[in-house]
């Protein structure tokens, strides 16, 4: 998306722009009127940089990715929040929430844009077949759940044929689908939503969700959970089935439903044409970028939220000490472990010596003279006996 927006300033609005990645910086030409970071990651970097004002994309809220094994990277995605940067969503929830997090924070919503040369709605909708359900996420991030998808999909009682597209095939050799497609470009993309009848997406993090938007711009209606950033597009019986989080049976239920009433799925198809056809382009897009480009620059810089980078700083020291201390408890565990380790190895060593002593002792007493002579004795009783 940054890409396809610098080659749309340059081109349409006659603005200069550079794209540059982290190994990038050293080639930057002079002084900037604006920089614009689109990961977390490259909000840093906006200070290596000559510009007069700094803002930052936002795809979602990043910390979001990370769960508690990796707890100094939430942090740090959240600290961007609090830079003396403006913001610029791809969803207007987005600002709803920053502005929550941060007052005063300033936020422009910029929608991404769909290629409608390459997504076109030329499709029919088959009244009869199998229900062509195309899973769309990553299997390798448990957020984009991937796995209640073809959950729900097995589970259908009418007949189905399933595809996984995913952007690598990592985690995906044991999803058990009818096929998996991976690294397709955007006619691909556009193809396989055409031959699809229904697109199912039950993520529970998204900024957006854009395969959703691309879908309806073929006709292709779509099974979602209510993830943040559907509700931009998404209208429960009208172009698309809403169902609930952790509720296979639920999906399952709603799958088969547009399996067996092909009237409601004509019905959200067309619905997915209408919501497609007020969805910007991607010139459009870009134009209104530029718009907030412009509208950014004739504002006051902003000021950082000192109150928050504070904040954000307590609870940097808190988890260090907290990782510290957790480390030393570990080492200290491992130590008395491996102690024990070495007393049962001792005392082994002992208990195969005092072993060995017993039956060389055995041996000596086996092999003795009154030993011999005490076993004979005891088996001529034994035949006296049975005389």
Known sequence: MAAAHARGLQRDHGVETDLLTLDDLGEARGRYDLAIATWWQTVPALWQLDAVRRAALLQSFEQRFYDRDAPFERLSAECTLAMAVDFIGVAPWMRHVLTELREGARCWVVPPGIDKQCFTAARDVRREGPLRVLIEGQPSLPFKGVEDAVEAVRAMREPAQST????????????????????????????????????????????????????????????????????????????????????PAGTSAALDLLATDRDLLA?????????????????ESTRLLHEVVLELLAEAPPRADEALLVRMLA???????????????????????????????LSREECREMLEETRAELVRIQGSRAYRLGRAAKQAGKALRRR
């Open 315 to 345: 609870l940097h020291t808190d988890l260090g000490r907290g990782r510290i201390h957790e480390t030393a408890s570990i080492e200290g565990a491992l130590t008395v472990a491996q102690e024990l380790v070495h007393e049962l190895s």
């Open 267 to 283: 019905q959200l198809s067309a619905g997915a044409a209408e919501t497609a056809a007020s969805w910007p382009s991607s010139a």
């Open 164 to 247: 996984l597209v995913a952007l690598d095939s990592a985690a995906a050799d044991d999803i058990q689908v009818d096929r998996v497609l991976t690294g397709l470009n955007p006619d691909a993309m556009a193809a396989l939503y055409r031959e699809s009848d229904v697109l199912i997406k039950l993520s529970r993090v998204e900024g957006l969700g854009l395969a959703p938007v691309e879908a309806f711009h073929t006709g292709l209606p779509c099974v979602v959970t209510p993830f943040t950033g559907h509700e931009a597009y998404a209208r429960h019986g009208e172009n698309a089935l809403v169902v609930g989080f952790d509720d």
